[in-house]
């Protein structure tokens, strides 16, 4: 653990933390991070990524590349090095850790991360209940591995991001599709797919994990869980906080986060994805680094304890302040709230986005927008984040806000909303 001591970021002894992938949620824990004084560094694959667009210093280029990121990191001499996207050379980080740079949460727990099979085995090996899952290499397994887990399934690939390369396959005419999607649309390797049972389950949600120094040793707190809801692949469509699950189910959800956070190691903001039903609790996944829907914290959580802020927080040392609940330490949820993605209805360059003053308008509503300069139909422009006493009301105006709001390229220039999604979460 390093000592809390803070340099200007202009000056020579300034104090540096480097993002490698600066997408929207790096772009937050660098705000978050500037706030208190570090001098931030964004390192992406695009110029322009939104991180880049708010960082103290910005570097473009393949991020597999050794060579390209071991001739920035040594440029830099970076504090702190957060991986925040898969496709990086996660070998590369091993090396740097021996030599005295300082990964979060840790090199192995982002290796394990960031490819399912290796994190599927991780958790398996803690205990945690999961989905029955089978591994495939070629579409001939593929189509034997559905059938031994049954209909409908999912199919992964090992390594992508945000729900990219998977698909929900309800019978055999799918499964062709689904490993084409595989192959198209990873982030890192698809050449083993993973085959995962579906379960029936009442919600999925996002246990926030919080592991930081205290008094000289690590400690593990929560954020209250984060319900979601995913639409087509699985990638996340909105999230609010807190979830409705039972007591019983919270306390399962923060002991079965803690195993599989105990296991992986390091400080930082971790994202473990799990299963619901009744008091019953499955782990899905964890990511080593913020979750996509734990944008809600933006709003729900007091200024300054967002997971982003929690994240620059507990890498450098700082403090975070929690209470008892169930004999946990949790952060404590300040108002009920709800996000809703803002999705890209049309391709093409310099998005620009209309009815932003009706989206507004109702009390408790916010935008984030990303800034990215590229749209493709379904990408994540923005985010609309809601707050409420009641949170099937912060739900509701989170998602009628999102589609008031329409969006046009150069190459399209008229003004469309993005298509409904909405069949799910908006029952009490």
């Known amino acids: 653990m390093k000592r809390n001591i803070l340099f200007s970021p202009l000056s020579a002894k300034a104090t540096k933390i480097m993002l490698l992938g600066a997408g929207e949620l ?12 570090f001098f931030t560094i964004a390192v992406d694959r695009y110029e ?8 103290h210093c910005a570097y473009t280029g393949n991020l597999k590349d050794a060579d390209f990121l071991r001739s920035v990191i040594e440029k830099e001499r970076p504090d702190y090095i957060v991986p925040e996207i898969e496709a990086i050379n996660l070998d590369l980080l091993f090396d740097l850790e021996k030599e005295g740079f300082n990964i979060i949460p840790n090199a192995k727990a982002t290796y394990t991360a960031m490819q399912r099979e290796r994190i599927r085995e991780m958790i398996v090996r803690t205990g945690a209940p999961v989905s029955e899952y089978v591994y495939a290499t070629s579409l001939k397994e593929l189509k034997k591995a559905c059938k031994k887990v049954g209909f409908p399934c999912w199919v992964k690939a090992i390594q992508d991001s945000s729900g990219s390369g998977s698909s929900k396959v309800k019978s055999e005419k799918d499964i062709e599709k689904a490993y084409e999607k595989a192959h198209l649309e990873a982030r890192g390797s698809a ?6 049972k579906n379960i029936d389950f009442d919600l999925e949600v996002t246990e ?6 205290e008094n000289g040793k690590i400690k593990t707190s929560f954020c209250l869980p984060v319900g979601q809801y995913q639409t087509g692949g699985g990638d996340y469509h909105s999230s609010w906080q807190t979830a409705e699950i039972s007591e019983k189910a919270e306390k399962k959800v923060y002991e079965v986060a803690k195993k599989i ?13 799990l299963f619901v039903k009744g008091d019953y609790v499955w782990a899905n996944e964890c990511s080593a680094r913020p979750h996509d829907t734990g944008m809600v914290t933006f709003v ?17 040392g700082l403090p975070i302040p929690t209470v008892k609940r169930f004999g946990f330490d949790v952060v404590p949820i300040i108002t009920p709230a709800a996000s809703h993605v803002i999705l890209a209805p049309v391709e093409g360059f310099d998005p620009g986005y209309n009815n932003l003053s009706k989206a507004l308008k109702e009390e408790g509503v916010t935008v984030l927008l990303f800034g990215k300069n590229g749209a493709h139909i379904n990408r994540r422009l923005g985010v609309v984040l809601a707050t409420d006493a009641d949170v099937q009301r912060a739900k509701e105006k989170a998602e009628i806000a999102a589609h008031k709001i329409e969006v046009a390229t150069r190459q399209n220039p008229k003004w469309q909303k993005q298509e409904s999604k909405e069949k799910h979460i908006f029952k009490k």
């Not at 050449?191 to 995962?196: A, G, S």
């Open 26 to 37: 790096g772009k937050e824990v660098i705000i978050e991070a500037t706030r208190l004084g």
């Open 48 to 55: 322009g990524a939104p991180g880049q667009q708010v960082a």
């Open 191 to 196: 050449d083993k797919l993973i085959v995962e």
């Open 208 to 213: 926030l994990v919080i592991r930081h120094w």
């Open 261 to 273: 956070t105990d296991s992986l190691g390091g400080v930082g903001v971790f994202g473990c994805e």
């Open 300 to 316: 729900s959580h007091q200024f300054g304890f967002s997971q982003a802020a929690l994240h620059v927080r507990a890498v450098t």
